[in-house]
């Protein structure tokens, strides 16, 4: 539970915002406030999803969801896709040595993803209706958006593959035919700044109209390298550009034009947290440095920590009311992204190994067709979907000055047999995949009271991988005894069809529902790039998963106090786990897994101008029946997931009030992680207590004109905690580990038009 200490300064934080008036705006600019009529009290806001393909609101929908609107996520202080996690109680968002290749989402406890090209994500990303195939791809600011949608659990029928643990679902507020825009400009610590801006209005008249978004982000970074004092690592240097059409050539017809793109060129990232074994005492003998403070920041590379993306997309999106109960939608869309990543695996002063260079290329492309009508008391709707993914993979280690004296004191072999720059291990990976899918979303309504929901996916996915292993060491000619000496040359090809679905029975209420039912989803499998001699676990099968779930989404009638809560039990099979064991990262199926939980999430108007929101999960999410050890030798059967602890919580607290010719405005907000196990091998040495983040923002703007001034802080009490921890390459019995961000503090003027 969230410790006393930190729930005293969240108490005396908020009794302070309560004294000053102050308060947080929830609308964005062209936003109605929730208000009935002028000078009605204030009710909560209705936020509309398309998380049925159909728009609805949230209370309406019987899904487990949390969404937000751009405005309120703006009000939070949550700018950036892993900031997620401090709204949603369900869902950690974590980012390991690369954002591209090791950022991983969870929801419930259950995702995998990791450091193989090979391993799709459990749960989803999806931007304007356009999947994105890796989770990094989608990392970065949240430019224009007009709310995001987290659902939870499997996803399957409309989502399809790859969301058996759940979405994440953005939508980009769309063009408009009146003039309109913002900017706004932020400095920070750490030397950063932030320029944000968005235009819209017409081309054509009630016709044509554009919207243009752009920021650029920089900052310098937080942990300072020991090795070269004046690179500090984890810095921003991101730029973002997302140009629209909107073509409406009859009231019937509207065709969206999206082209989207980002740039990152930033020192990122490196482990700034370690833990140390046995063979310590063999790098302090070469001279290396060993921080006495673990929450130092201080990290220790040889090699420029480099993480390079280039990324951009187009889609079109075609929506057709043939008439008034009959519509037809095509989306299609085509992304790109070229990446490139390095860092000192041995994360230490000396120079054992020179670095990992890891180039990436990924290309997707897509189309989805659904037609949507109501006949009687159906609505319902069919659907299909075509795509095809292209990546490539060039890998390579090579070592360093100190590695052949390294490798002498752990083994006693010459050092010439490891000279300085001759290549470790080279891997090269290339897949190809492609599939189909068809499927229906139907929602009968059986009486006034209850609905039936019922949908069906068939999908068909197709893999061919291709994976050069080289190892040219000096060595492997005169020691083949030692490991990873072998030359290989792998290929693959795998076809896997399966059915997605789910069935509830739905009871509506005057402002919500009850609802009960059934889903199934599944993850593709696919093949390991980090494959060596003795690794003889080239492939691994797809998992699914079997959910049940029960919800309550209740509203008062006054519209002051929504309340959700839903219970849920999922079993996986073939659940597909990423494990790295200093060497090589490898993917198999374990046999089981077994999650159960509730979530309650409340937002409250107990005045007009203070709302309260908050959400609590509980779960208990095991392996069971797993034939797979963790890298101590120790079964993981009956152990918690990784990233799952028993208990999480986020809540915010906001007010707002006039201040003469002003209005003041304020938010807290507070989210608590229990203790859990922040590395797949589940080693005791993983373990991590419960932490509580706090974020702050106050601010003013005046009755009269459309600028805004706010000072804001993030992790404002300075939490220091681990997100991901591994065992250290080349360092038997050690591990690196990952810290969440410390205090970062800065103030916003913006201006809307």
Aim: charged share 20%; glycine share 10%; with cysteine.
């Amino acid at each position: 539970m969230l410790n006393t200490t930190a729930l005293r300064r969240i108490s005396a934080i908020i009794a302070a915002t309560a004294g000053v008036t102050i308060s947080a705006p929830l609308q964005a600019v062209g936003e109605e406030p929730a208000l009935e009529a002028a000078g009605a009290e204030r009710i909560l806001d209705e936020v509309i999803v398309t998380s049925t393909r159909r728009d609805q609101t949230v209370s309406e929908v019987p899904l487990a969801i949390t969404a937000f609107t751009g405005a309120e996520l703006q009000s939070r202080g949550i700018g950036d896709l892993q900031d997620l996690s401090e709204v949603s109680s369900s869902l950690i968002i974590t980012t390991g040595p690369s954002e591209l290749a090791g950022t991983e989402i969870r929801i419930r406890g259950v995702g995998t993803a990791g450091a193989n090209p090979g391993l799709e994500p459990s749960v989803g990303i999806f931007v304007d209706n356009v999947y994105r195939s890796r989770t990094g791809m989608a990392v970065g600011d949240l430019l224009d958006v007009s709310s995001v949608e987290i659902l939870r659990g499997p996803q399957g029928t409309l989502f399809g593959r790859n969301t058996s643990a759940g979405t994440v679902s953005l939508n980009t507020l769309k063009p408009e035919f009146n003039w309109g825009g913002y900017a706004e400009a932020t400095a920070q610590n750490y030397d950063g700044y932030k320029i944000t801006g968005g235009l819209t209005g017409p081309l054509v008249e009630d016709t044509l109209a554009f919207r243009i978004a752009a920021s650029y982000n920089k900052r310098d970074g937080y942990v300072t390298d020991r090795v070269v004092p004046s690179r500090d690592i984890y810095d921003r240097n991101r730029s973002s550009l997302r140009a629209q059409l909107l073509w409406q050539p009859t009231a019937d017809v509207d065709v969206r034009l999206i082209v989207d793109g980002q740039h990152k060129d930033e020192t990122c990232c490196a482990p700034d947290y370690s833990i140390l074994g046995p063979t310590a005492a063999v790098f302090e003998s070469l001279g290396a440095v060993v921080e006495a403070d673990p929450f130092a920041y201080k990290a220790q590379q040889t090699s420029d920590p480099e993480d390079h993306l280039d990324e951009w997309g187009a889609s079109l999106e075609t929506n057709w009311h043939i008439r008034e109960d009959l519509s037809l939608t095509w989306v299609a869309a085509y992304r790109d992204a070229d990446a490139y990543s390095n860092l000192d695996p041995d994360s230490s002063n000396i120079d054992v190994v020179q670095g990992t260079d890891w180039n990436q290329e990924n290309s997707f492309m897509s189309q989805e067709v659904r037609l949507n009508g109501v006949s009687g008391r159906v609505d319902w709707l069919f659907g299909a979907y075509l795509y095809a993914d292209e990546t490539s993979v060039d890998w390579q280690v090579t070592y360093g000055a100190d590695f052949g004296a390294y490798f002498n004191l752990l083994t006693g072999l010459p050092s010439f047999l490891f000279p300085e720059g001759a290549g470790d291990r080279s891997r090269n990976f290339h897949q190809d995949a492609k599939g189909w899918a068809l499927f229906s979303h139907n929602i009968i309504e059986l009486d006034e009271n209850y609905d039936l929901v019922a949908g069906f996916r068939w999908s068909e996915d197709q893999k061919d991988a291709e994976v050069r292993v080289d190892n040219f060491n000096i060595h492997c000619g005169l020691v083949p005894s030692i490991p990873y000496c072998a030359v290989a040359d792998l290929e693959g090809s795998r076809t896997e069809a399966e059915p997605s679905g789910t069935i509830k029975l739905v009871r509506n209420l005057d402002i919500g529902n009850i609802y009960i039912g059934y889903s199934r989803g599944y993850k593709a499998g696919g093949f390991n790039l980090d494959r060596d001699a003795g690794n003889t676990s080239f492939e691994f099968d797809p998992e699914t998963v079997d959910a049940f779930e029960a919800g309550l989404k209740w509203s008062s009638s006054d519209r002051r106090l929504d309340i959700s809560t839903d219970i849920f039990h999922s079993e996986f099979s073939d659940y597909q786990i990423n494990q790295f064991d200093g060497v090589a990262f490898t993917t198999t199926n374990a046999a089981k897994v077994k999650s159960t939980g509730m979530e309650v999430g409340l937002s409250w108007l107990p005045l007009s101008d203070l709302k309260l929101d908050g959400g609590v999960t509980w779960s208990n999410t095991k392996f069971e029946e797993h034939p797979v050890l963790n890298n101590i030798g120790e079964p993981l059967e009956g152990m918690r997931l990784p990233f799952s602890p028993e208990w999480a919580a986020t809540g915010a607290v906001s007010y707002e009030r006039p201040i003469g010719r002003f209005t003041g405005f304020g938010t807290i907000n507070a989210s608590y992680m229990g203790k859990h196990n922040i590395d797949t091998n589940l080693d005791d040495e993983s373990n991590v207590g419960s932490h509580t983040v706090v974020n702050a923002k106050i601010g003013l703007t005046p009755d009269d004109a459309d600028w805004e001034l706010s000072l804001w802080g993030r992790n404002i009490f300075e939490e220091e905690y681990r997100t991901i921890q591994f065992p250290s390459p080349l360092q038997t019995g050690s591990w690196s580990a990952f810290r969440g961000e410390p205090r970062m503090y800065g103030v916003s003027l913006r201006y809307n038009f």
